[in-house]
């Protein structure tokens, strides 16, 4: 509250001193009627210089955020550039893995069931059901008949399942 108080005087005293002072300063000897007058117009004068350092420390420190804001908005772009690559490099990457695994599931197709079965049971969980996706469903039942109930109840349920891909970020 007494700062307060203190603010609200000396923005008065500025304002008021500011209608009294003369361009070239505060303190003008031929205005001045009291000591008292002049150690107020002193004291002012210094708040204002004060004022002004303190101007010049906030345009500079103001001109240096602008500069790290655009250096931030430079490595945002670059990153965005490189999310991007990764992106397209990840949609080459499973393209091309789709396209295997239908070269693979053709493979497996031609091979006796009891073979397949025997391969597929020793491939990673998706790589199987993918495989399993692929071949022809008359095929691919005589697969599962081939396999322990087990794995094939497991493989059976992906037939079931939706894949959500993840796509972070978009």
């Not at 008065?12 to 150690?39: D, M, P, Q, W």
């Not at 396999?147 to 796509?167: C, G, Q, R, Y």
């Amino acid at each position: 509250m007494v700062v307060r108080t203190i603010l609200l005087t000396m923005t008065f005293l500025i304002c008021s001193v500011t209608l009294y002072a003369a361009e070239s300063g505060l303190v003008n000897e031929e205005k001045i009627s009291s000591v008292e007058e002049r150690r107020i117009l002193v004291s002012i004068e210094d708040e204002y210089d004060k004022l002004d350092e303190i101007e010049e420390k906030i345009d500079a420190r103001e001109m240096e955020l602008k500069t790290l804001e655009a250096e931030v908005d430079k490595k945002l772009a670059a990153m965005q550039t490189l999310r991007n690559e990764l992106v397209e490099l990840l949609d080459r990457k499973e393209k091309t893995e789709g396209e295997r695994v239908g070269e693979l599931s053709k493979i497996y197709e031609k091979m006796s069931p009891q073979k397949a079965a025997v391969l597929i049971k020793a491939l990673d969980y998706q790589l199987a059901v993918d495989l399993l996706l692929g071949i022809k469903k008359k095929t691919a039942g005589k697969i599962l008949d081939s396999l322990d109930a087990e794995t094939a109840t497991e493989l059976s349920k992906a037939f079931t399942e939706i894949p959500v891909k993840d796509k972070s970020g978009d």
